[in-house]
T-cell receptor
Framework: KAGVTQTPRYLIKTRGQQVTLSCSPI?????VSWYQQTPGQGLQFLFEYFSETQRNKGNFPGRFSGRQFSNSRSEMNVSTLELGDSALYLC????????????????FGQGTRLTVV | GENVEQHPSTLSVQEGDSAVIKCTYSDSASNYFPWYKQELGKRPQLIID?????GEKKDQRIAVTLNKTAKHFSLHITETQPEDSAVYFC???????????FGTGTQLKVEL
């Protein structure tokens, strides 16, 4: 069974540009969450999608957006990049959408390392 | 908002000793608490988790305890080995759905 796949693995962008990152969840998983990881702030929740709907959103500016497709693949977009957006962006997929369900385990992808110069 | 505090930020132990990492959470509605291990340059990987209807869970050398009243949960690693060296993150499922709020991480170093 393939794991969570994120593309690209590395990305260098210039301030002001925009970027799109992709995440393919484990087959059968319908929930995809995105996290930003930086040395200073740790792992910060960006948003979560389930069945093409955003279920949760973290405290990030509107420049950060995402979407999910009918095959559960998800993309996140960051517009007007700032130097502070440099980070490792991780996505995680989960089998179920509700905490009460047994399979709530979140599996992470390898991440996309974004560098803004 | 939801908050998870984790201590200590760094922990150095001798091989064979035990290591304990502690976390507290603020959202009383949280009912799922996973622990992740992240080695340098790699993805976070789940090592153990606990649900709010259980007080303790063990898996070989790793155990997690949960005190719902105090909103504390802890990771215990016994007989530590050099390969246990990594950053460990606690997390709590908060706000419904699959939103995980993470602690700030503990850098564990197991010395020979």
């Amino acid at each position: 069974k393939a794991g969570v796949t994120q593309t690209p693995r590395y990305l260098i962008k210039t301030r002001g540009q925009q970027v799109t990152l992709s995440c393919s969840p484990i087959s059968g998983h319908r929930s995809v969450s995105w996290y930003q990881q930086t040395p200073g702030q740790g792992l910060q929740f960006l948003f979560e999608y389930f069945s093409e709907t955003q279920r949760n959103k973290g405290n990030f500016p509107g420049r950060f957006s995402g979407r999910q497709f009918s095959n559960s693949r998800s993309e996140m977009n960051v517009s007007t990049l700032e130097l502070g957006d440099s980070a490792l962006y991780l996505c995680a997929s989960s089998l179920s959408a509700q905490p009460s369900h047994l399979n709530t385990e979140a599996f992470f992808g390898q991440g996309t390392r974004l560098t803004v110069v | 908002g939801e908050n998870v505090e984790q201590h200590p930020s760094t922990l150095s132990v001798q091989e064979g000793d035990s290591a304990v990492i502690k976390c507290t959470y603020s959202d009383s509605a949280s009912n799922y608490f996973p622990w992740y291990k992240q080695e340098l340059g790699k993805r976070p990987q789940l090592i153990i988790d606990i649900r709010s209807n259980v007080g303790e869970k063990k898996d070989q050398r790793i155990a997690v305890t949960l005190n719902k009243t105090a909103k504390h949960f802890s990771l215990h690693i016994t007989e530590t080995q050099p390969e246990d060296s990594a950053v460990y993150f606690c997390a709590a499922l908060t706000g419904g759905g699959n939103k995980l709020t993470f602690g700030t991480g503990t850098q564990l170093k197991v010395e020979l």
